[in-house]
């Protein structure tokens, strides 16, 4: 039989800039669509795609959606979340001021601001500290000395587990290119799916880097789960975190993170403009 053909809009997810922001293949209707199908359009894109499907429970959820990257199926994934729904309503497909959105990691809430932005709600975080370093300064080539010695390295999640590693210096967060294969490995020693480090830059900002364990590309120039865990890593802060990701591509991108005023959780939030 026939496979589905889809042919997805293209989002570019958290712009900060020209060429900011992360592509992000979006199919509005990917009924009919199996697992091998969606995977394999993100594999073609190379990027986090988003599928959107009937929920399961029309009663409490306005739509169902799948994530995939081009190596497997993700709980969540925040930018595609954000894109997906930012799309909805920009067909039309979805009225009011909150989209209720049904995920293999849960249900959450698309929240559409008045300035044009969304903000997506996460689940409250948790934390563990990372007792040995090693493997994890190894894969990112960095000496101990190079660490804040005030903050721990952590494992934090929201929906995913990433690893924060803090940096005492900007500049060499941005030089940071660790080999794939020893952070995937890394990660797979510590139980954690990407390598987060930061530092803090001007204006209270945050920057970033992340090196996924299994995405099927070396570096992402934006992740939203990453930032909500960071959030948590970082206090959390009442007046929220701005995080920045993407300079050292050439691709800035920005994320805010705040608590979720109507929960106890978090949002995080962005802009989102159509690519193709």
Same mark, same amino acid.
């Given at each position: $039989?026939?496979?589905?053909?889809?042919?997805?809009?293209?989002?570019?997810?958290?712009?900060?800039?020209?060429?900011?922001?992360?592509?992000?293949?979006?199919?509005?209707?990917?009924? #009919?669509?199996?697992?091998?199908?969606?995977?394999?359009?993100?594999?073609?894109? #190379?990027?986090?795609?988003?599928?959107?499907?009937?929920?399961?429970?029309?009663?409490?959820?306005?739509?169902?959606?799948?994530?995939?990257?081009?190596?497997?199926?993700?709980?969540?994934?925040?930018?595609?979340?954000?894109?997906?729904?930012?799309?909805?309503?920009?067909?039309?497909?979805?009225? #009011?001021?909150?989209?209720?959105?049904?995920?293999?990691?849960?249900?959450?809430?698309?929240?559409?601001?008045?300035?044009?932005?969304?903000?997506?709600?996460?689940?409250? /975080?948790? $934390?563990?500290?990372?007792?040995?370093?090693?493997?994890?300064?190894?894969?990112? /080539?960095?000496?101990?000395?190079?660490?804040?010695?005030?903050?721990?390295?952590?494992?934090?999640?929201?929906?995913?587990?990433?690893?924060?590693?803090?940096?005492?210096?900007?500049?060499?967060?941005?030089?940071?290119?660790?080999?794939?294969?020893?952070?995937?490995?890394?990660?797979?020693?510590?139980?954690?799916?990407?390598?987060?480090?930061?530092?803090?830059?001007?204006?209270?900002?945050?920057?970033?880097?992340?090196?996924?364990?299994?995405?099927?590309?070396?570096?992402?120039?934006?992740?939203?789960?990453?930032?909500?865990?960071?959030?948590?890593?970082? #206090?959390?802060?009442?007046?929220?975190?701005?995080?920045?990701?993407?300079?050292? $591509?050439?691709?800035?991108?920005?994320?805010?993170?705040?608590?979720?005023?109507?929960?106890?959780?978090?949002?995080?939030?962005?802009?989102?403009?159509?690519?193709?």
């Amino acid at each position: $039989m026939q496979r589905p053909q889809r042919s997805p809009i293209i989002l570019c997810v958290f712009p900060a800039g020209p060429s900011g922001g992360n592509p992000c293949p979006v199919v509005l209707d990917a009924s #009919g669509m199996d697992a091998g199908d969606m995977r394999a359009l993100a594999a073609v894109h #190379g990027h986090e795609s988003g599928f959107v499907l009937p929920p399961e429970d029309p009663t409490s959820a306005d739509f169902r959606f799948r994530f995939f990257v081009p190596e497997q199926e993700m709980e969540m994934c925040g930018q595609a979340t954000l894109g997906t729904a930012w799309l909805l309503r920009a067909r039309g497909q979805a009225s #009011g001021a909150t989209l209720r959105i049904e995920t293999l990691s849960g249900p959450l809430r698309a929240i559409f601001m008045a300035d044009g932005a969304v903000e997506i709600t996460q689940p409250p /975080g948790r $934390m563990d500290e990372v007792t040995d370093v090693g493997a994890v300064l190894a894969a990112l /080539g960095l000496a101990e000395a190079e660490l804040r010695p005030d903050v721990a390295v952590l494992n934090a999640s929201t929906n995913r587990v990433k690893t924060l590693v803090p940096l005492a210096d900007l500049a060499r967060l941005h030089a940071l290119r660790p080999d794939p294969a020893r952070a995937r490995a890394a990660c797979e020693a510590i139980g954690s799916t990407g390598l987060y480090p930061y530092a803090e830059g001007e204006h209270g900002a945050v920057h970033v880097q992340q090196f996924p364990r299994s995405s099927g590309y070396p570096k992402d120039a934006v992740t939203g789960i990453a930032a909500a865990a960071l959030f948590y890593g970082l #206090g959390p802060p009442e007046a929220g975190v701005l995080v920045r990701q993407g300079e050292a $591509m050439g691709r800035p991108s920005e994320i805010r993170v705040r608590c979720d005023p109507d929960g106890p959780g978090r949002r995080l939030g962005g802009h989102v403009e159509v690519m193709s």
